[in-house]
């Protein structure tokens, strides 16, 4: 069942990243994240006076991972916007490998072909997301990889405290403050320079928004579910799927042509869920 979990949550969290990225076409990225966001926190007040939300520390964790998914999401919009995504997204996929040790340290046990299916399934997300091989990088995309790699650590950082948080309290309680301390930090950014002003709302594409922060607010709770409650390690690297399940709906609608190593990373991926499900 947590592994189901964990799967949910990279298909919706690959879903609402494809939606995003079209929506970062004819939106400023920052004001799309921003309404999506709270189109997603209005939903979850909705549900207020029906769910209890039990006070302690857990809050302030998720408050905590709200800020650093937030941050970390922006850090990997400015990288993006140096260097081509077959650079940036292999080094953010790595950030997986955080919450992976921290559920090693805290004492999970793997057996030796779950061992090796995490290993397998890392490479098969860095190989679907189409890595650059070519050398020669200039200026502006060192910055990037600069960026890839605190973005990389941020989620790594992120997906730990959400797990964390949600294990010893409310899971509505935990949702509920991540969304609030992501829009505590992305608000001011987006107010101060501007952006709403610029931004034409049509109903379609406010659909579109709402479609993106519901299904990102429920692939948060999937894993958090997922990782709070079974294996962080395993549930951490089943959700990190999600950017094959972009590549592949960019596959299925834009009719993106997959490269050979890419191909090769999404069977890789399948081969390594395998053996993490065993």
Do not use: K
Not at 39 to 46: D, K, N, P, T
Not at 50 to 72: K, M
Not at 186 to 192: D, G
């Amino acid at each position: 069942m947590n592994a189901l979990l964990a799967l949910a949550a990279s298909v919706l969290w690959g879903s609402s990243d494809f939606g995003g990225g079209l929506m970062s076409r004819r939106l400023h990225p920052s004001a799309a994240v921003l309404i999506s966001q709270a189109i997603a926190l209005l939903g979850l007040l909705v549900l207020l006076p029906f769910l209890p939300v039990p006070g302690g520390w857990y809050l302030l964790i998720a408050a905590v991972a709200g800020v650093v998914a937030t941050l970390s999401l922006a850090s990997f919009y400015r990288a993006m916007a140096d260097a081509p995504l077959s650079l940036v997204a292999p080094i953010t996929a790595a950030g997986t490998g955080i919450p992976v040790l921290v559920g090693l340290a805290r004492g999970e046990h793997l057996s030796v072909l779950q061992g090796a299916g995490i290993g397998v399934t890392i490479v098969g997300v860095i190989l679907a997301c189409g890595p650059e091989f070519r050398g020669g990088i200039h200026v502006r995309r060192r910055q990037a990889v600069l960026f890839a790699v605190l973005s990389a650590a941020g989620f790594g950082v992120a997906y730990t405290l959400l797990a964390l948080a949600a294990g010893d309290g409310s899971l509505y309680g935990t949702l509920l403050l991540q969304r609030v301390g992501g829009l505590v930090v992305l608000a001011p950014i987006v107010l101060r320079g501007r952006i709403l002003g610029q931004v034409r709302l049509s109903a379609r594409r406010l659909a579109a928004l709402a479609a993106i922060g519901i299904s990102d607010i429920i692939a948060n709770g999937s894993y958090a579910l997922a990782a709070s409650r079974g294996n962080l390690a395993i549930a951490a690297v089943l959700a990190s799927l999600y950017p094959v399940v972009t590549a592949l709906l960019a596959r299925g609608i834009l009719a993106e042509r997959l490269r050979p190593v890419q191909s090769m990373g999404v069977v890789a991926a399948l081969g390594g869920v395998i053996m993490l499900s065993s």
